[in-house]
Structure formats: structure tokens, C-alpha cells
């Protein structure tokens, strides 16, 4: 297994500085991670940097707390195809599950995938695992299935819970296989990150990754 395949270098803190990206995008292209996620004010300048690598360029749709409303999402999106995003990891509308709204939760999704399908875009749904019962987490699998998004993703990083084995076990399970799992928040050691990987992850977002390659090797 190489580790640096599964990798989303992530930079995402709120006071990001356009200086950060260059170094970011630096390491992504010397260590072949499969994406940076940067916030959605720096993807062309990521794209830019990114030119003529197999790196993909992420970001971040009503991040963190997944509130904002769908319109305002929809928008977002549009924005970041438009400025050249590969991959959109978008935070659902916690407020709504944690309201028993599904319906809410199904007609977001729905007003969300055609920009997605139309651009030939990933998404990767953030449910944030770390706040949610076992339950919830499986009736996210159960409603995101039909819907045949790209990936569910664990975490923000913000919650005061990210990632964990158990977490992307039980969404592994639950979930049809070519719906994938990024796990999220929290994974700072090559062993953490391997253990997720085993456990059903197919890409792992984090920070320390140059640290997580390092002790790999």
C-alpha cells in the first residue's frame, strides 16, 4: 500500500494565506497525493500550480457546519466548477438530521448531483460521523446509496469527534461498494491512517500527510 495515493492534502484553517497554497500544492505534487482540498477563494490559484499533474484540486461546499441553505450551496458549487474544482466535499445539513428531516436531506442531495453530473465532478458528502448515532450514520448510507454519490466522507475536522475505525466500518457495511469513503479529522499518524484504509477508507484527508508519507517510509 502506498500511503500518499490515498491522500487529500488539506489546508482548510480560516485564516488561510494565499502563501500557504504554493508549499501545499509544492508537496503535493513531489509526494503524487490524489488531491489538495483548499478553500474555495484559492482553487484557481491551486489549479494553476497543479498544472500538468495528476493532482486534483478539491474544496469545501458549506463548510463547516453544513446550515447554509441549499440555494446558497448550489451556488457555491457552481462557483468552484466554474474557477476549476475536480472534487467538491460538501458538509449535509446537520440541522435537518439531527431534526429527523430527511426529506430535507434527500431534496438537497437531489438539487446538488445535476451540477455535479452535468461537469463530471466528485463529490464526497460529509456527514460528520463523530456526532452521530450508529443509526443516523446508517440511514445516511441509506439515503446517499440511491443517489450514487462519488463518496460519504467522515468528517470537517471541526466537530469535536473526527474520524474513526468504527465510524468507516459501519459506513463500509452499509454502504454499495462503488459508493467510496474518505475519513476525515483528527489523522495524524501513518498507523491511524492505515488502520481507516483497512477498516474501508479510499481517501484519507489530513494535514500532516508529508509527516504520515514520512513515517511510512
Excluded at 53 to 62: F, L, N, P, Y
Excluded at 71 to 92: F, P
Aim: proline content about 5%.
Amino acid at each position: 500500500m502506498q500511503i500518499n495515493q490515498y491522500i487529500d492534502h488539506t489546508i482548510l484553517k480560516p485564516a488561510t494565506l494565499i502563501a500557504d497554497i504554493e508549499p501545499i500544492c509544492s508537496e503535493a505534487r513531489q509526494y503524487h497525493f490524489a488531491a489538495v482540498c483548499v478553500p474555495p477563494p484559492f482553487i484557481k490559484t491551486a489549479k494553476k500550480l497543479l498544472e500538468d499533474s495528476t493532482v486534483k484540486v478539491a474544496t469545501v461546499i458549506g463548510f463547516p457546519f453544513g446550515y447554509s441553505a441549499i440555494e446558497a450551496k448550489l451556488a457555491e458549487t457552481l462557483l468552484a466548477i466554474v474557477d476549476g474544482a475536480d472534487e467538491l466535499d460538501m458538509v449535509i445539513n446537520l440541522i435537518a438530521l439531527k431534526n429527523n428531516d430527511w426529506q430535507y436531506l434527500a431534496n438537497e442531495i437531489n438539487h446538488i448531483l445535476p451540477a455535479i453530473r452535468q461537469n463530471n465532478k466528485v463529490i464526497k458528502l460529509i456527514i460528520e460521523s463523530g456526532i452521530l448515532t450508529d443509526e443516523e450514520i446508517i440511514r445516511c448510507c441509506e439515503l446517499y446509496a440511491p443517489a450514487e454519490v462519488n463518496f460519504l466522507k467522515t468528517s470537517t475536522g471541526y466537530a469535536e469527534k473526527g474520524a474513526s475505525v468504527h465510524a468507516v466500518e459501519l459506513m463500509r457495511k452499509h454502504l454499495p461498494k462503488p459508493i467510496q469513503i474518505k475519513a476525515s479529522g483528527g489523522i495524524k499518524t501513518y498507523t491511524f491512517a492505515k488502520e481507516l484504509i483497512e477498516a474501508g477508507a479510499t481517501r484519507i484527508g489530513c494535514s500532516s500527510s508529508v509527516q504520515i508519507v514520512a513515517e511510512q517510509n
